[in-house]
């Protein structure tokens, strides 16, 4: 008899102020896969687990109260820990991309990727830090739900074949800048944009609050040269289920159950198939 096929596992990293990793977590069970909440130490002690699991998502939060700026701790420990066998955590991140695994980061875990250098890593300078997430342009913590467009000329795998999304955003500190023009030419040019902010029509804008944050060429998510690291500062898993929608009892009664954010997680699920 022919045995039942594993799923695949995700690892939701937690710990030093990641607060959105239950509903996280959930979010990738509901796709799909077998998903564990796992502390950043327990990794730093083991890292050899990583190799059990193909999607490994950072998570929203305030990691270490933001106090040196959003991810900037969080992702010091990742890239300086040294572990037993002299490498960095972070280098086994980036042979996890290379060994065709997922990474996904949520609001603070977009953060913690781009200090990292995770993503975009333009032309695959995986380190180097290229871009920020800087404190909003109204100065304003922002609470509220946005339109988006999908890049359909993105490597993303997250977005294949999505078009509009909507989202909820919560965070002060999410308004994307690049390096320089040259940076912003490249991420544009090779494709790393993977979603915009849009107004009521859908078409990208730079109008606050539709763009909750000033964010440069509207840019609310970008991707790694193989769209296998992905970043964005709109919160998926806050909207799995149509439930989770603010109008939702004014859709009517034929109205989708599930939310526009499980497609991203679908879409990582669907990668492994």
């Known amino acids: 008899m022919r045995g039942r096929r594993l799923k695949p596992k995700a690892m939701v990293l937690t710990g030093y102020g990641i607060n959105c990793d239950y509903e996280t977590s959930y979010a990738c069970e509901v796709a799909g896969f077998q998903s564990k909440r796992i502390h950043l130490n327990d990794l730093l002690d083991s890292p050899e687990t990583l190799n059990d699991y193909r999607l490994i998502v950072f998570p929203g939060g305030f990691t270490f109260g933001d106090d040196l700026g959003s991810g900037v701790a969080f992702s010091a420990k990742i890239k300086f820990s040294v572990l037993k066998d002299g490498k960095r955590l972070f280098d086994i991140l980036t042979e996890h991309i290379e060994k065709d695994g997922l990474i996904l980061g949520i609001c603070n875990g977009f953060q913690i990727l781009v200090r990292l250098g995770i993503i975009p890593a333009c032309a695959n300078r995986y380190g180097a830090q290229e871009v920020t997430l800087a404190p909003n342009k109204s100065g304003y913590f922002i609470d509220r739900w946005v339109n988006l467009i999908a890049e359909k000329?993105?490597?993303n795998i997250f977005t294949r074949g999505?078009?509009?999304?909507r989202l909820p955003v919560r965070h002060g500190e999410g308004r994307f800048i690049p390096l320089n023009d040259k940076t912003l030419n490249e991420i544009e040019?090779?494709?790393h944009v993977a979603l915009r902010y849009a107004d009521k029509q859908f078409k990208t804008t730079q109008i606050f609050p539709m763009n909750p944050n000033g964010s440069t060429n509207a840019i609310a998510g970008i991707c790694d040269s193989?769209?296998?690291?992905f970043g964005l500062m709109p919160h998926p898993e806050a909207a799995?289920?149509?439930?989770?929608?603010?109008?939702?009892?004014?859709k009517g009664r034929n109205m989708q159950t599930e939310g526009d954010g499980l497609n991203i997680f679908k879409n990582a699920f669907d990668y492994f198939k």
């Open 153 to 155: 000329e993105s490597p």
């Open 240 to 250: 799995i289920s149509i439930y989770q929608y603010p109008d939702w009892t004014r």
């Open 162 to 165: 999505l078009e509009r999304l």
């Open 189 to 191: 040019n090779h494709n």
């Open 226 to 229: 193989t769209g296998r690291a």
